[in-house]
């Protein structure tokens, strides 16, 4: 393994984009769906992160 293996990049910023949606829920606490803009709708079946709501914080508040 060299150096360039184990360097994290000089940039904070994230190498890709993703998107959201907050599915409201009368049962239930409200869950942030977190996927990749440009999935098909068959990838969307596999390829997102679901968060309930109280279970992430804003971004601003993390600095």
């Known amino acids: 393994m060299t150096d360039a293996d184990t360097t994290l990049p000089d940039?904070?910023?994230?190498?890709?984009?993703?998107?959201?949606?907050?599915?409201?829920n009368d049962d239930g606490?409200?869950?942030c769906a977190i996927f990749p803009p440009e999935a098909e709708e068959t990838e969307?079946?596999?390829?997102?992160?679901?968060?309930?709501?109280?279970?992430?914080?804003?971004l601003e508040s993390m600095h």
């Open 11 to 24: 940039s904070t910023e994230p190498t890709f984009e993703l998107d959201h949606i907050v599915v409201e």
């Open 29 to 31: 606490p409200n869950e």
């Open 44 to 58: 969307l079946l596999t390829a997102w992160i679901s968060a309930h709501e109280g279970a992430y914080v804003d």
